[in-house]
């Protein structure tokens, strides 16, 4: 296996399982949800987050986003302050 693309892939598991670990201390916080995203300023379409290294919120209708952030709860901050 090309050694470039299996470090990519192992970059990308790694952000999923940051990204669970994340979700897993809020749930175990009983912080969820801590803050939502609103809808799209946009189009009103329903926002979510992507995780590829850091996090961002999307809108799944426009693709609308933030900037990334290390925390889900900065970008859907970031988001509700309409950035
Ligand atoms: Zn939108």
Do not use: F
Request: aromatic residues 4%; contains cysteine; charged residues 30%.
């Amino acid at each position: 296996m090309d050694e470039e693309l299996k470090n990519a892939i192992i970059d990308e598991v790694e952000n999923i399982e940051y990204g669970l670990a994340q979700l897993k201390e809020m749930l175990e916080k009983e912080k969820i949800p801590p803050i939502m995203p609103e809808k799209c300023p946009c189009c009103g379409g329903i926002a979510g987050a992507q995780l590829s290294g850091s996090v961002w919120i999307e809108c799944r209708k426009c693709g609308l986003q933030t900037k990334g952030y290390n925390l889900v709860e900065k970008a859907i901050e970031a988001w509700n302050r309409r950035v």
